[in-house]
C-alpha cells in the first residue's frame, strides 16, 4: 500500500518481522473477511453495509472530539420529572428534556455530553478504521487516524 498513513505509523512504532496488518487480525483473516462481506446475504456483508454507512457518514458530518474527560449521568437528566436530556453532538451548551421542553445550560450538564461525545469518537474511529481495512481506501484511514 504504501500510503502517508503507513509511513506515519511506520516512524512512530517498529513492527519487525510483522506482517501487515498489525493489530487484532492478520493478513489472511482480513483476506477471508473481504470474500465474506462480497458474498450476499453473509452477516458478514449486512454488517458490512452498515459499517459503511456509518463510516460514510462520519466523513460527511465528522466529530471533533471534546477537549475534557466525560462526567457521569446522574447529572444529565431533568431535574423535574427525571427523564434522560436530549443529546446533541452539535450543542455541548444546551441540553434539551423530552418530556417537559426544558433546557438546561448548567455546566454540570456538559461532563456527561462530553462522555457521550467522546463515546461517538470511539465509534467512528473503529468504523472508518473497518471501512478502511476493507476497502483500502485512504479516506476512511485518514479521517479515522
Not at 458490512?48 to 466529530?63: K, V
Not at 418530556?99 to 438546561?104: D, L, M, R, S, W
Not at 455546566?107 to 467512528?124: I, M, P
Amino acid at each position: 500500500m504504501g500510503t502517508k498513513m503507513d509511513e506515519q505509523v511506520h516512524s512512530i512504532v517498529h513492527f519487525e518481522g510483522a506482517e501487515r496488518p498489525y493489530l487484532f487480525v492478520t493478513g489472511s483473516e482480513l483476506d477471508r473477511l473481504k470474500a465474506l462481506v462480497e458474498q450476499r446475504g453473509t452477516y458478514q456483508a449486512d454488517q458490512w453495509g452498515e459499517i459503511r454507512r456509518n463510516a460514510d457518514q462520519w466523513l460527511e458530518d465528522p466529530i471533533e472530539p471534546p477537549n475534557r474527560g466525560g462526567g457521569t449521568s446522574r447529572h444529565y437528566s431533568c431535574p423535574d420529572d427525571g427523564n434522560y436530556l436530549i443529546y446533541n453532538r452539535k450543542d455541548s451548551q444546551s441540553h434539551k428534556c423530552p418530556k417537559c421542553g426544558k433546557v438546561y445550560t448548567d455546566e454540570s450538564y456538559e461532563g456527561w455530553w462530553c462522555r457521550l461525545a467522546h463515546h461517538e469518537v470511539a465509534y467512528a474511529t473503529r468504523d472508518l478504521a473497518i471501512a478502511y481495512a476493507i476497502t483500502e481506501e485512504d479516506q476512511y484511514g485518514e479521517e479515522g487516524a
